[in-house]
């Protein structure tokens, strides 16, 4: 605050930065401390955002789908099973092939996660939807192919990596490509001794830790758990039942969207 | 990729069933540890583990540097894993890129703790020198030399004892009138500053073959895997990261299950790895 001021050149990254943070340990301080303090958006800790989701935005890819949580907008396309490269070794299961990019215009600073975190953001995002998916779809019933998940952040709104987690398997429902369940996941952070859902960019900024999960309702599996920040026993325990939770009702609602897409087609 | 006939691999998963492994282990039994410090005279802190046919090296390298816009108050700390071909030739090219990111992503998950810095090996407001210009940048490089499985495991306990290692140069700061400038840092290179480690975490991978779970597995027993959970856990028996590998899905129970059993299990490494410490500093 103190260069801006004194030498009077306009430098909005250094103002924007100490007028964000402001806000930030504000926000910290009541989500740490209150149980019913409203967020930003209105929600109660235990509340997802709003959502909506479509199949089939994309004529041209064989499964596609779209995916709004409040502010963050990502869209799935799937591709295949086709030929695998020539290059590939033969392999008598299928192979999946993930992809996860931001657009330049996702996040506040423009590129923030398409350039300068070029090498880990993307390619972290794109190698923890492979393992997320790969215990889900049946990848003997296409051996020799390939099929090609894209997924692209349209806005970035916080609680990016679940969103594109249950959008793709949505995606790969519409592909028709064969799965033993859809794979929904939901992230919480915590604050304190609070637990938070489905987390805003704000809230992820600035939490002290996060647990991600993605599980399939139907097998009653959890294909993925990944944690940060300090917790203990009991804690992880109550998060991820938490997830868990909310992805099964997730996944109601995506196996409704599914039937009726498929009898809008019929 | 291990090359298994399918005696052998009766052989390991049978073994694994009746909690008697292939090199006479236990099933919750590491292998024997051997730890050396100061390894690299260029590094402010290094280290070298052994674990059984596994051997990693860490080195961390402290550098000046700026603090973010969005944390003036805090240094900065960067882990990298370098996953060298000697060490196995799947390692060669291209194919050593996509692991070695893996292996780094997860020891950031499991080193660096939350956004806010709760459960975190090192206190970042530690490594600030001036407010909001400088900083201690902390380079954290992970040196693969020969891999026999549980890669994760060695290279965390590698930080751990290469960060109990790591001396910091003191640093004077000459305070000037004007505040925008520049202050004149001068370094010491008489005087260090060591670390407090002792909320360093220690990472337990359980690696789930068939019905049961088994620390420390090599790579033939990796090979047999269905899915891995590795679990971070400090001092305190908190839970610090927490990442998955395999493609099988888990039963939610199981989870639990395994969190309880790598906690147990990480308290004992860390009292193991401690005394190591402490033998390899008075050997030095």
Same mark, same amino acid.
């Given at each position: ?55 089939? =935005? ?22 295949? =099973? ?60 296409? =051996? ?123 | 990729? $291990? ?52 051997? $990693? ?25 370098? #996953? ?25 998950? #499991? ?23 400088? #900083? ?36 004077? $700061? ?6 925008? /400038? /520049? ?47 590795? $679990? ?48 390899? /500093?008075?050997?030095?």
């Amino acid at each position: 605050m103190s260069a801006a001021a004194t030498t009077g050149t306009y430098s909005p990254a250094a103002a924007a930065g100490e007028k964000r943070r402001e806000r930030k340990e504000e926000l910290r301080r009541h989500l740490a401390e209150d149980a019913d303090w409203p967020r930003a958006d209105g929600r109660s800790f235990h509340d997802c955002r709003p959502a909506f989701m479509q199949t089939g =935005p994309t004529t041209a890819a064989s499964g596609s789908a779209y995916a709004e949580f409040g502010k963050t907008k990502v869209i799935v396309s799937v591709f295949g =099973p086709r030929e695998s490269k020539k290059a590939m070794m033969y392999s008598d299961i299928g192979r999946l092939n993930c992809n996860v990019s931001y657009t330049t215009f996702a996040t506040p600073i423009r590129g923030q996660f398409a350039f300068s975190f070029q090498g880990t953001d993307n390619k972290e995002y794109s190698a923890m939807l492979h393992k997320t998916l790969e215990g889900a779809v049946m990848l003997h019933t296409f =051996p020799k192919t390939t099929v090609d998940v894209f997924a692209l952040v349209l806005e970035s709104g916080g609680s990016d990596l679940p969103i594109i987690i249950s959008c793709a398997s949505l995606a790969l429902a519409d592909a028709g490509i064969m799965m033993y369940d859809l794979v929904t996941s939901v992230s919480v952070s915590c604050f304190g001794k609070n637990i938070i859902i489905d987390p805003t960019s704000d809230e992820e900024a600035w939490q002290d830790g996060s647990l991600l999960v993605a599980y399939m309702p139907a097998r009653k599996e959890i294909t993925q758990l990944t944690l940060t920040g300090e917790w203990s026993d009991g804690k992880i325990t109550n998060a991820v039942e938490l997830c868990m939770d909310a992805c099964s009702k997730l996944c109601d609602i995506l196996r409704e969207l599914l039937k009726d897409a498929s009898s809008l087609a019929e | 990729m $291990v090359g298994l006939s399918v005696g052998e691999k009766h052989f390991i998963r049978g073994g694994i069933a009746q909690d008697l492994r292939a090199d006479g282990r236990r099933r919750l039994q590491f292998r024997a540890i051997s730890v050396e410090t100061g390894v690299i005279p260029q590094a402010n802190g290094s280290a070298r583990v052994r674990l059984g046919a596994t051997e $990693v090296i860490a080195s961390v390298k402290a550098e000046l540097g700026k603090p973010s816009i969005l944390h003036p108050d805090k240094g900065k700390v960067s882990i990298f894993v370098d #996953c060298s071909p000697t060490a196995a030739p799947m390692f060669e090219g291209r194919g050593s890129e996509e692991f070695s990111a893996e292996l780094s992503v997860a020891l950031q998950r #499991c080193l660096l703790g939350g956004k806010s810095g709760a459960g975190a090996a090192i206190d970042l407001s530690s490594l600030i020198v001036v407010d909001g210009k400088v #900083c201690w940048d902390l380079y954290i490089d992970g040196l693969v030399v020969s891999s026999d499985g549980n890669l994760l495991d060695a290279l965390a306990a590698a930080i751990k004892v290469a960060l109990s290692d790591t001396g910091i140069p003191k640093v004077n $700061v000459s305070l000037s009138a004007a505040t925008d /400038e /520049e202050p004149e840092v001068d370094v010491s290179d008489e005087e260090f500053l060591q670390f407090d480690t002792s909320s360093v975490p220690v990472i337990v991978t359980l690696t789930k073959v068939g019905k049961h779970y088994i620390v420390d597995a090599t790579s033939e027993e990796e090979s047999q895997m269905s899915s891995a959970v590795s $679990v971070s856990v400090n001092r305190h028996g908190q839970i610090c990261g927490l990442t998955k590998r395999g493609g099988a899905g888990l039963d939610p129970s199981v989870v639990f299950d395994m969190i309880s059993v790598a906690k147990h299990v990480g308290q004992q490494f860390i009292s193991v790895l401690d005394s190591e410490i402490a033998a390899a /500093e008075a050997a030095e």
